[in-house]
């Protein structure tokens, strides 16, 4: 069993960046996909990035793509979220997990989940 803990979250204002990384202690992180989802309070979490164990394959929710970037060191049991010209709609609690699946967006297919890191972004 793994743990995952996010990191790199933040106040930052429209258009600006932020790069969040996942840790995954436990086991290695390096059979699986790993993606990255976000909610807001009083919503459903939602899909915004996810990656193959072996990065051939890079999928992303149509609203971050072209500004969000997912990839990974499996060497470092570490997945990164390079976000980029940040928008207000941008801001929620992001999270990272893990899935024994080759890839998928689907949030109940992730078996592991990390607490969350705030992003939170300012006009």
């Known amino acids: 069993q793994m743990q995952l803990v996010e990191s790199g979250g933040g106040l930052v204002q429209a258009g600006g960046s932020l790069r969040l990384a996942c840790v995954a202690s436990?086991?290695?992180?390096?059979?699986?996909?790993m993606g990255w989802f976000r909610q807001i309070p009083g919503k459903e979490r939602e899909f915004v990035a996810a990656?193959?164990?072996?990065?051939?394959?890079?999928s992303y929710k149509n609203a971050v793509k072209g500004r969000f970037t997912i990839s990974r060191d499996n060497a470092r049991n570490t997945v990164y979220l390079q976000m980029n010209s940040l928008n207000v709609e941008d801001t929620a609690v992001y999270y990272c997990a893990a899935s024994a699946r080759m890839i998928t967006t689907t949030s109940d297919q992730y078996d592991y989940w990390g607490q969350g890191t705030q992003v939170t972004v300012s006009s």
């Open positions: 990656i193959t164990w072996n990065s051939v394959t890079e």
């Open positions: 436990g086991r290695t992180i390096s059979r699986d996909c």
